[in-house]
């Protein structure tokens, strides 16, 4: 097993895959015995700029509103973005997306989640 920290945070998991269209892309990633559940939510929308939200859905699970994240050169967060705890450590998240191709919406992406400080009394 590989143990990777930077910044003083611990990473707990990384994916690269490609989602097939706009939409819902759902990443689940079980450290120890719990599981935490992404849902990474792709909207085009030419109205507006290209942004990035979160929302807790419950106890276990996170929406990520990804907005207009279509470049074919990428896009990335410039700085893990918390979002939470998880087991009593501050929870980050980094998400790298870059669309493949000129045609239809298939995209790239590296997903990674990290630990990092202790959280006062379980919270952010």
Not at 4 to 18: A, H, R, Y
Not at 21 to 49: A, P, R, Y
Not at 60 to 75: D, K
Request: net charge negative; charged share 30%.
């Amino acid at each position: 097993m590989i143990s990777i920290t930077t910044q003083g945070k611990d990473l707990i998991d990384s994916e690269t895959f490609l989602a097939l269209d706009l939409g819902e892309t759902i990443v689940s990633i079980k450290h120890g015995e719990e599981t935490l559940k992404f849902i990474l939510d792709f909207t085009k929308d030419e109205d507006k700029k290209q942004e990035i939200g979160w929302t807790v859905v419950d106890s276990e699970t996170i929406r990520i509103a990804l907005i207009n994240w279509s470049s074919s050169l990428g896009t990335t967060l410039t700085k893990p973005l918390s979002v939470g705890t998880f087991q009593d450590r501050k929870l980050y998240i980094l998400i790298y997306v870059k669309k493949a191709g000129g045609k239809g919406q298939i995209r790239e992406i590296t997903f990674c989640a990290y630990l990092g400080e202790g959280a006062k009394d379980g919270r952010d």
